[in-house]
């Protein structure tokens, strides 16, 4: 159920079957969504110009070898820290490390 006003009057409405409720104090609805998150869901990179990047020592499990360029990105609330993203600089794996 959503508020919505309906005739000028604010009611409550149901978004899949359209259901009208009258509640007892209107002002006071709260709007609340809960997000349901899939451990499926990834972050997408698109076109990272590692030429700007700076490279760093990292060990790539793929490939072996030990540099990797570096960059942050804040990949949740603001008030949680920026996920660090490592590229290895031979085989282009990406590697998230959460701080």
Not at 51 to 79: I, M
Request: overall charge positive.
């Amino acid at each position: 159920m959503v508020p919505t006003v309906l005739n000028g009057k604010k009611v409550l409405k149901c978004t899949h079957c359209g259901y009208i409720a009258e509640g007892n104090n209107p002002n006071t609805y709260k709007l609340s969504q809960k997000i349901e998150r899939n451990p499926k869901d990834t972050v997408t990179l698109v076109d990272v110009d590692v030429s700007t990047l700076p490279v760093v020592e990292f060990k790539c499990e793929n490939c072996g070898n030990d540099k990797a360029y570096v960059y942050e990105l804040q990949t949740r609330a603001g008030d949680e820290p920026a996920t660090r993203f490592y590229i290895c600089t031979r085989c282009r794996k990406v590697y998230r490390e959460y701080a």
